[in-house]
């Protein structure tokens, strides 16, 4: 009796000391919020200071020994209960953010945070200029780091695991790399297939659109979505993005294009989609480590889900199209439910990764995780990497950029984060959202019907019920099983893109 009380009390003591990290986080995030929406251009430099306190605080916090200690002492208390269970989950996943967290010394993460913002701000001037030598230097320290990063993890298989860990935990290059190539070998007849034909004719697409006009469009759809005004909001930004301060409070961002349809709408829709899946979290999990979403392969698949299997779907189209129509009368009154339906879902051989579409969209990401390998590796120098880029465009999509800035610049993510680790999720969400629709048609055949008639509601509760609720509990692989019943394969979305281009192209 005594011992259970006494680990009870542990219990109760690993999870406050938990959840002060979780509110310092969650206020990090209102600051980070606050800077891509509202605050005033100059507030960036306090605003950085401050976010970096509260990033120390709260890591000194969570690699307090006293945590690990608890971790260690409730190890038999972990072990005594079901594995599904939330407090056996949660002592697992605080264990495992734990281990890695005290594994990098504080020392090396702000000198890796610095490197950062410095690399960040060299990436801005390169890339306006079109002149990567001027980053270059950078991009090399970046690889520096990034290697020492994966130093820190001694018997990992590859380099670039550790890295890919921190954002995909439980993958790795020996599961990646040939499932990448399948998935790349696959898709690339399909795309000479599709593009052999005339393209689609999405001028319709670009027209005048006022924005008003956009958001109050954008604001009914993700609202039949189920996205709730009560516990969320959306708002304008730079580069649309989701966060969230607690179960009751995820926002979402967007950003409008008055020449164009696209953007405001399917980005809305694609970051209601991430905000569904920690809106859908069980209650119980508030304010524990247990809140959130899986990973950034999970948390992308939700987010596609919605985007291109619901959103860019005849059916979602039969329903909303007429009050599309009523919107934008001048603009859209002649153009029929088909050709607009062809126009959002136009294939082409494009050089930005941002804006490729569902079919082509996997072959930019299979060329950049390609190249991390091959820096990480040791194969590839930085000097080289603007050749190796066009290389492979040239190869995997027939195109190659005319300028760096469209090439090898494009993306921020290795100018702001690591080398290795930053690409692999977009891919695993496209292949795993897939999986779970098909999942999720067969348990409900009636999906798609409701669909059609602008109702979602069996969808979002069978999301809710296998996904959404458990947040964290387990790895992206445990929940494709137990969701799918099989590993996360490439199969349901190949069968997705015939299926569906099937119906223009013979391919
Ligand atoms: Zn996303």
Redo the contacts with the bound molecule.
């Keep these: 009796m005594q011992t259970l009380d006494k680990t009870q009390t542990k219990f109760a003591q690993l999870t406050a000391r938990l959840s002060e990290v979780i509110d310092i986080e969650s206020a990090s995030s209102v600051l980070y919020w606050d800077q891509a929406t509202y605050m005033p251009a100059k507030g960036a430099s306090a605003r950085g200071r401050q976010l970096g306190t509260l990033k120390q605080i709260s890591h000194e916090k969570f690699t307090d020994p006293k945590i690990g200690e608890l971790l260690e002492d409730l190890r038999s208390y972990e072990q005594s209960l079901p594995y599904d269970s939330t407090a056996a989950s949660l002592i697992r996943i605080a264990r495992r953010d734990y281990d890695r967290a005290v594994k990098v010394p504080a020392a090396f993460m702000a000198k890796l945070c610095r490197h950062q913002a410095d690399c960040y701000e060299a990436w801005a001037v390169a890339k306006a200029d079109n002149n990567f030598a001027a980053v270059a230097s950078e991009l090399e320290t970046t690889l520096e780091l990034s290697r020492q990063y994966a130093d820190f993890f001694p018997g990992c298989e590859h380099i670039a695991d550790p890295l890919i860990d921190r954002s995909d935990y439980g993958m790795k290059v020996s599961i990646l790399r040939p499932l990448f190539a399948q998935l790349r070998q696959a898709l690339v007849p399909i795309v000479e297939a599709i593009t052999s034909y005339p393209p689609a004719d999405d001028s319709c697409l670009q027209q005048e659109f006022p924005a008003a006009q956009q958001l109050e469009f954008t604001h009914t759809v993700v609202e039949r979505m189920g996205y709730d005004f009560q516990r969320g909001r959306q708002d304008l930004t730079l580069h649309p993005?989701?966060t969230s301060m607690s179960i009751d409070d995820v926002r979402i961002t967007t950003r409008v294009y008055e020449d164009r349809l696209d953007q405001a709408l399917f980005s809305s829709i694609?970051?209601a989609?991430?905000a569904l899946y920690e809106l859908g979290n069980s209650p119980e999990l508030e304010g524990t480590m247990l809140a959130g979403g899986i990973s950034?392969g999970v948390?992308?698949s939700q987010?596609?889900l919605w985007?291109n299997l619901v959103g860019r779907s005849r059916g979602f189209w039969e329903c909303f199209y007429p009050q599309l129509q009523g919107v934008f009368l001048r603009q859209l009154g002649n153009i029929t439910t088909d050709r607009f339906y062809r126009a959002i879902n136009k294939v082409a051989r494009s050089l930005v990764r941002t804006d490729a579409d569902e079919v082509t969209y996997n072959l930019h990401v299979a060329i950049r995780f390609d190249l991390e390998l091959a820096m990480l590796e040791g194969k590839l120098a930085i000097r080289d990497l603007p050749e190796a880029w066009r290389e492979r465009y040239r190869s995997d999509l027939g195109i190659v950029p005319p300028t760096d800035s469209e090439g090898v610049m494009q993306d921020v993510h290795w100018y702001c984060g690591t080398i290795g680790g930053m690409f692999q999720g977009?891919t695993l969400?496209n292949l795993m959202s897939a999986q779970f629709y098909e999942t999720a048609v067969k348990a409900h055949p009636e999906i798609p019907v409701e669909i059609e008639q602008g109702n979602f509601d069996i969808l979002h509760k069978w999301l809710k019920q296998n996904i959404y609720q458990d947040g964290r509990k387990y790895t992206a692989a445990e929940m494709v099983d137990r969701v799918t019943g099989s590993p996360l394969s490439i199969d349901p979305f190949i069968r997705y893109i015939r299926h569906k281009y099937g119906e223009f192209y013979v391919i």
């Design positions: 993005f989701m694609h970051e989609g991430h950034s948390h992308e987010s596609r985007e977009y969400g």
